[in-house]
Nanobody
């Protein structure tokens, strides 16, 4: 069974930094796109950043220049380095991965979420 386990959330003052990690475990053939989403209180979940297996990245406009997504394919891990954090970055951050199983099926997997709180 595939699992995504996140770590690295917490409370930080505005202007500070945090680094989120998400490791995939279990039996699978390949991880395709990995991404980070976030959900602020009372708002819909939104895509923050994504990265393909080849390293191509995309970001929501509000985090460009402040956040960096990266991945270590050997460790099946994706990271989100968040710098110059703002109160509006507060929310629960979820890891997402599109994974091909050993049977050839592709599924979307989600982590349990990690809270990021930025105080002003």
């Amino acid at each position: 069974q595939v699992q995504l386990v996140e770590s690295g959330g917490g409370l930080v003052q505005a202007g500070g930094s945090l680094r989120l990690s998400c490791a995939a475990s279990g039996r699978f053939y390949r991880i395709n796109v990995m991404a980070w989403y976030r959900q602020a209180p009372g708002k819909q979940r939104e895509l923050v950043a994504g990265i393909t297996s080849g390293g191509n990245t995309n970001y929501v406009d509000s985090v460009k220049g402040r956040f960096t997504i990266s991945r270590d394919n050997a460790k099946n891990t994706v990271y989100l380095q968040m710098n110059n954090l703002k109160p509006e970055d507060t929310g629960v951050y979820y890891c997402n991965a599109d994974i091909r199983t050993t049977r050839g099926d592709e599924y979307d997997y989600w982590g349990q979420g990690t809270q990021v709180t930025v105080s002003s």
